[in-house]
């Protein structure tokens, strides 16, 4: 079994939250917040900055830890840390992503009353409490319930 650590950025910005559409014909469709993989010796934090800045070519400063987030498969085993992120500068750019196995086709941002983009969206917590998490001002991480990876 394959192990992999993984962090992401819960970007916020005017309020609002910024998802990521990953999509490949018969394969999947879905949608989550920046992140991946952490490499070498880099913080967490700094993967999260930098998987942001790869994936969208926004400037962000992660600041609290908000998830700790674990997904398996029978092949692999993910350990993902969800940082509250605030937006810092740049505009969203979906063609800047070095990584070329990756096809993010959409973003979109959504606020406390919008409708999720699609039913695929991670982490399961913005399905239901992650707007009341980010009021609460998210004074601990939250460990999510283990999850069999959907896609």
């Known amino acids: 079994m394959r192990h992999r650590i993984s962090s992401g950025a819960l970007v916020i910005r005017d309020g609002r939250l910024l998802l990521l ?4 014909p018969d394969r999947y469709d879905f949608w989550a917040p920046p992140g991946g993989g952490v490499e070498g010796n880099e913080t967490l934090e700094a993967a999260a900055e930098r998987e942001t800045f790869e994936e969208t070519a926004l400037r962000v400063t992660a600041r609290r830890l908000a998830y700790l987030d674990e997904v398996w498969s029978p092949d692999d085993r993910t350990m993902k840390f969800w940082f509250l ?8 750019d979906l063609g800047s992503n070095p990584a070329l196995d990756e096809s993010i086709i959409e973003a979109a941002w959504i606020g406390p009353g919008d409708p999720l983009p699609g039913r695929m969206v991670f982490p399961a917590s913005l399905h239901d409490r992650f707007w009341d998490d980010l009021a609460s001002g998210f004074e601990q991480p939250v460990r999510l319930a283990l999850q069999r990876q959907q896609v």
């Open 85 to 92: 992120a605030d937006y810092c500068a740049g505009e969203i």
């Open 21 to 24: 559409r990953h999509f490949k």
